[in-house]
């Protein structure tokens, strides 16, 4: 169902959970403050509760009164990088941020989106958490119309259009004074490099630092065969792109051409979905991609979408 922002604003204020837009994809909120709506949230989701969640604010001084020690690092990716597409997780003064959120950690998540409706709400309200609008498992919703068809008309959304980047923020975990990378998104390990000095590396001990990264994701319920050239197999449609040609019986859906990496990351949830909605068993993602930045987001976002 269709909701203004002040209706969102009330529900909110309610103990109430609405779906709302980012500039990555939609987001299930819930006040920070709010344990009972947190709660709703993984129940509406099934999302396991050691899954912990991301707080956005509207401001880098929002984030300040939850920190155990300042680090300079936070301010200068904060400042080179919110309001967008990267998550910064730190050590904080427990007692101020609900366990629920935390999934029990003694970190916790931290982003400031780029998108005027949830700053307006968040603005008003103070922080709000939000997984990505979907159930557990399934493509990340990037329109209103996928967090209706995960959650049924009745649940309140406000719609703000298709998303822009289409993928989640990258993830950075801050260990000894030290950024890991906890999941890769929409801003790309170089450009963090430009900032930190260093990329980024994910943890070398095997150790997840992000607890989500452990679930199965993104699946459509069609399997995916990722393969850089067409399978042998029988294969109702093809996953690929536009500069290529590929046989007519094989019902190209496209990602983009092979110059634009933030194109085809827009488009594939919203694609993936397609091929629920299509009722496809069985696609072949073609996987002869370029190298580097986003591309390289995109072909781990395929790999699990199809594991
Ligand atoms: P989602 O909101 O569905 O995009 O998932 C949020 C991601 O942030 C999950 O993969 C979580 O594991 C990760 N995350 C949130 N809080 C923390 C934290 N305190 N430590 C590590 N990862 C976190
Ligand atoms: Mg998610």
Sequence with gaps: MRIPVSLAIELLNNE???????????GLAAKASSDEAIKKIFE????????????????IDEVKRYLIKDENTFYDLAKAFWPGPLTLVMP????????????????AAFRMPCHPIPVEIIRSLGPIVMPSA???????????????????????????????????????????????????????LESIEKVLGYSPKPASDKKLVCPGQKYRHY???????????????????????????????????????????????????HLLRLLDRRGYQSVWVDMDMPKGGLWDTLRERIQKASS
């Design 134 to 188: 979907n159930l557990s498992g399934k493509p990340s919703a990037t329109s209103y119309e996928d967090v209706e068809e995960d959650f049924g008309e009745d649940f309140p959304v406000v719609d703000g259009g298709r998303t822009l980047k289409g993928i989640e923020s990258t993830i950075l975990v801050l260990k000894e004074g030290v950024w890991e990378l906890g999941r890769r998104g929409s801003l790309s």
């Design 44 to 59: 509406f989701k099934k999302r396991p509760l050691d899954n912990p969640l991301i707080l956005h604010v509207s401001s």
């Design 92 to 107: 904080v003064i427990d007692k101020l941020i609900s366990p629920l959120v935390r999934a029990n950690l003694p970190t």
């Design 16 to 26: 109430k959970v609405v779906g709302l837009p980012t500039e990555t994809v939609y």
């Design 219 to 269: 699946a459509p319920k069609a399997s995916l065969i990722l393969s850089e050239k067409r399978p042998d197999s029988k294969i109702e449609a093809v996953l690929g792109f536009k500069d290529k040609t590929y046989p007519d019986d094989l019902n190209p859906l496209y990602l983009s051409d092979l110059n634009s990496p933030a194109e085809a990351s827009k488009n594939l949830y």
